[in-house]
């Protein structure tokens, strides 16, 4: 029976040019999360430490680096994964 | 500001060729149109690699406090984007500002109206076009649009004056 990853938390380092709303739609939008979560961990002068916390059915996570690559952020570490087993009859259901 | 530019070398232009004798129409727009095309070349290039240079610093500058390469992000893509947009905008402001300025030239040349009297439809135009930039500018400044508008006709005033003393001289 395959799992599907639902929640993601990672520490990322991005631009302060790039607002946390903005990185937080971009990624419920373009990265297929149904939500996300970002907060400030530490300020430096042209840069933002965050943990980024991203929750869905079926997380991609090659789609959610990608994005964030996209972005010009670097994610520095991944801290946290959770997966679901998925029964072979909902893995149909989800395609 | 380059519209600015454009606006106050026809102005200039148109002038000192007036008072220095000229008197064909045809001459007078040929040299404009081909002095704007070269203000607009020189806007595009000269905007495009000082912008680029400017904003290429920008990116290394965070390149190095994300320790990471942004050309391939958006950042990179944002970079080469406003230069060329910047570029774009540089060489047709004082394209259009001179061209304006020249348009009632063409129409002496097409014989509507008579070479003085479109030199002198030219420098209203000229004047007028300063006014409204000089006016826009006192806007977005919020200062005093009406303040900046008449620095702007002063300025323009002033090429005016110069150019007819060392034309009539």
Do not use: H, Q
């Amino acid at each position: 029976m395959p799992a599907w990853l639902t929640k993601v938390v990672l520490d990322v380092l991005k631009p302060r040019e790039l607002s946390l709303p903005d990185l937080v739609r971009a990624i419920c939008e373009e990265a297929g999360a149904e939500r996300v979560s970002a907060d400030i961990v530490e300020v430096d002068v042209r840069t933002e430490t965050v943990k980024l916390t991203v929750e869905g059915y079926s997380i991609d996570m090659d789609l959610l680096l990608g994005k964030l690559e996209e972005l010009g952020c670097a994610v520095r570490s991944i801290d946290s994964v959770t997966a679901r087993r998925v029964s072979s009859e909902k893995t149909t259901e989800g395609g | 500001m380059n519209c600015f530019d454009g606006v106050m070398t026809m102005l200039g232009f148109i002038l000192g060729y007036f008072f220095s004798g000229g008197s064909n129409p045809e001459t007078a727009i040929g040299a404009g149109v081909a002095a704007s095309i070269a203000m607009g070349v020189s806007g595009f290039t000269g905007t495009l690699l000082t912008e680029f240079a400017e904003r290429a610093r920008e990116l290394e500058e965070l390149e190095r406090a994300m320790l990471k390469d942004l050309t391939p992000t958006i950042y990179g893509r944002a970079l080469r984007l406003a230069a060329f947009a910047a570029a774009i905008v540089d060489a047709l402001a004082p394209a259009a500002g001179a061209l304006a300025v020249a348009a009632p030239v063409a129409l002496s040349s097409m014989r509507l109206v008579s070479f003085p009297t479109a030199v002198a439809l030219s420098v209203a135009t000229g004047l007028l076009m300063l006014f409204t930039l000089g006016y826009y500018l006192g806007k977005i400044a919020e200062g005093k649009p009406l303040l900046y508008g008449a620095v702007m006709v002063g300025a323009g005033v002033l090429v005016s004056v110069a150019v007819t003393l060392l034309g009539g001289a």
